[in-house]
DNA sequence: GAATTTTCTAGACAGTTGTCAAGAAAATAC
DNA sequence: GTATTTTCTTGACAACTGTCTAGAAAATTC
C-alpha cells in the first residue's frame, strides 16, 4: 500500500518532471527561434512568448529568470549549433572524398542555417562581456573543436601524415573561414558558398601537409 | 564689404561645423568607450552621457537619433580598430623577422586592447542582424584584410615564393585565430598570448609555402 | 463528480529606454 | 553692454523591459 503508493507518486512525479522539462525545452525552443531571428540585443520576453503559444507570464513559470533562460537556451543550443561531420568521417574511403564531403556539408550548413550560425557568433560573443554563458559558451566551442578535428585527423590519417597543427589553431582557422563566409552569405554575396566549398580542402591539404624545413 | 562679411561668415560657420564635428567626435568616443565596456546590447544614450562630461539631453542636440550615434561610432570606430603593421612591413629586413614582429604585434593588441577587439566582433555580428552598420562593417573589414594582405604578401617576396591562398581566405585564418586568441584571453587563459605570438609564423609558413601536389 | 493540484493568463509594478521640448547658460555678434 | 545665436540641462512623454501576483482554466486525484 505504502509502496505502491509511493511507486505511483513517484511514477507521477516523474512524469511531471517529464512534462516539465518538455515544455521548459519547448519555450527555449521559442526562445532560440526569436534569437536568431532578432539577435541578443533586441530579443525580449515578450517578444518569444508571441513566438510561442503562449503569454508571457508562463516564462516566470518554467524558468526563474532571464538568464536562467537564456543559459538554458544555450545549452539546448549545442545539439543544433554543433554541427556532426561524424558521418562523413566515417563513411570517406580516401582523403579525397573526405575533403570534399566535408567541404560539402559545410557549404550546406551555411546556407541551411545561417541564422543558426549567426546567433552561434552573436552568443559567443556576449560571452565576453557577460559572465554567465561563458562556461557553457566554451563547452560548445569545445566540441566544436572537437568536430573539426575528427575531420582533419581522419584527413591525414587517410594520407598516411601528421596533422602539422595544433586542434586549437585548426579549429581557428576553419571557424574563422566559416565565419568570413557567414559575413559574404548574409551580406548578399552569393560567392560564399561557392568559395568555401573550394577552400574548404585547399586548407584542409595546408593543415596536413607540412611545408619543407629546407626552404626557409 | 559684402565680400568680408561672407568671407567672414564662411571662417566662422567653418569653425562652427569643426566644434560642432569635434564634439561628435567627442561624444562618440564616450559612446565607444561605453560600448567596449558594456557591449552593444547594454549600452544606452543615458549609459553614454554619463561617460562623458555632459547630461544625456546633449546626444540628441549632436546626433538626429541613436542610429546616427552608433554609425557614426563605427565609422569613427575604423582607425582605433584597424590595427596598422605598416611600420613592421617596412622595417623587416627578412622574412622571419617580419613573422617574428608581426606575430608580437598581434599578441601585444591582444593584451592591451582586448576590449576594443571583442567591441570589434561584437559590431561585426551586429550587423548580421542590423542592416544600418553593414556597409561601414564591411569596409573596415575591408581594410583589416588589406593590412593582413600587406603581411602576408611581404613575407611571400622575403621568402621569393608566391603566397598559397586568396587573400581573403588568408584574411580568415589570421582573425579566425585571432578571435579564438581573445576568447581565451578573456576567458582568463593565460596561455592565448604566447600561443598567438607562436602559431602566427606558423601560419605565416602555412599560407605561403605550398604543398607539394606530387603527395595527393 | 467534487477536491486538489498544476498550468496558464492578464494585468499591474517599478525601472529603463529613446525621444523630445522648454528654457537656462554660455558664447558670439553687433 | 545689449541682442542674438549656439550650446547644454532638466524634466517630461510614451513605449518597453523584467518581474511578480491574483486568479482563471485545465488537468489530475480520489
Redesign the interface.
Known amino acids: 500500500m505504502t509502496e505502491a503508493k509511493q511507486r505511483t507518486r513517484e511514477r507521477i512525479s516523474r512524469r511531471q518532471v517529464d512534462k516539465f522539462a518538455e515544455r521548459r525545452a519547448q519555450l527555449a525552443d521559442s526562445a532560440l527561434r526569436t534569437l536568431a531571428e532578432?539577435?541578443?540585443?533586441?530579443t525580449s520576453l515578450r517578444e518569444i512568448a508571441q513566438n510561442s503559444e503562449f503569454s508571457h507570464g508562463v516564462l516566470h513559470y518554467y524558468f526563474a529568470d532571464k538568464v536562467d533562460l537564456l543559459t538554458h537556451c544555450v545549452r539546448q543550443f549545442e545539439e543544433a549549433c554543433v554541427t556532426r561531420y561524424d558521418e562523413i568521417v566515417a563513411r570517406a574511403n580516401d582523403?579525397?572524398e573526405l575533403a570534399r564531403e566535408f567541404a560539402g556539408a559545410m557549404a550546406g550548413t551555411l546556407d541551411a542555417d545561417a541564422q543558426m550560425h549567426?546567433l552561434w557568433?552573436?552568443l559567443?560573443?556576449?560571452s565576453?562581456?557577460?559572465e554567465s554563458f561563458?562556461a557553457d559558451v566554451?563547452e560548445i566551442?569545445r566540441r566544436r573543436e572537437e568536430m573539426i578535428t575528427h575531420v582533419v585527423v581522419r584527413y591525414a590519417e587517410l594520407?598516411d601524415?601528421p596533422v602539422?597543427?595544433?586542434t586549437?589553431?585548426a579549429?581557428?582557422?576553419?571557424?574563422?573561414?566559416f565565419?568570413?563566409?557567414?559575413?559574404w552569405h548574409?551580406?548578399g554575396d552569393e560567392r560564399a558558398t561557392a568559395?568555401l566549398t573550394a577552400?574548404v580542402p585547399?586548407?584542409l591539404?595546408?593543415?596536413v601537409?607540412q611545408?619543407?624545413p629546407a626552404?626557409?
Chains 1, 2 share one sequence.
Open positions: 532578432l539577435g541578443y540585443a533586441r582523403a579525397d549567426r557568433y552573436d559567443r560573443n556576449q565576453l562581456f557577460e561563458r566554451l566551442d594520407l601524415r602539422g597543427l595544433s586549437s589553431v579549429y581557428a582557422m576553419f571557424d574563422g573561414l565565419q568570413q563566409m557567414l559575413l548574409l551580406a568559395t577552400e585547399a586548407l591539404r595546408r593543415v601537409v611545408p619543407q626552404d626557409y
